[in-house]
């Protein structure tokens, strides 16, 4: 499921905070991005959602340099909270999205969220 067509409005606004911190590299990505599944931590105002990363990796990246957790950037939202996870290849993997209610109904429309019982 492609993240503009599943998150529109929120797509339009996460363009804009990459441009706001000239992230171009990222923006780039975000047309193709596809959503391939959300937090199941089970927080009710959590909304983080992963992203397949979009660059295949060669034999050397794949095999001897691996996969790594890259960084975390805070796209400094006006609304709730916003970071991305990007990876050591600088690929877009997950969008931590906290305290926005708008994105969640989106979101549970097509990922239904697991309710994991706390005790
Ligand atoms: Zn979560």
Redesign the pocket.
């Known amino acids: 499921m492609k993240f503009i067509r599943l998150l529109p409005e929120f797509y339009r606004e996460v363009e804009r905070l990459f441009r706001q911190q000239d992230l171009k590299n990222l923006l780039e990505q975000l047309p193709d991005l596809e959503i391939s599944g ?6 009710s105002f ?3 959602f992963y992203v397949k990363p979009l660059r295949q990796l060669n034999v050397v990246e794949e095999n001897i340099i691996g996969v790594k957790q890259g960084k975390t950037i805070d796209l400094r939202a006006e609304n709730g909270m916003v970071n991305i996870d990007i990876d050591n290849f600088d690929r877009l993997t997950t969008f931590e999205v906290l305290f926005r209610p708008d994105v969640e109904q989106e979101l549970t429309k097509v990922f239904m969220r697991k309710r994991i019982n706390k005790r």
């Open positions: 959300r937090c199941n931590c089970g927080d959590c909304s983080t």
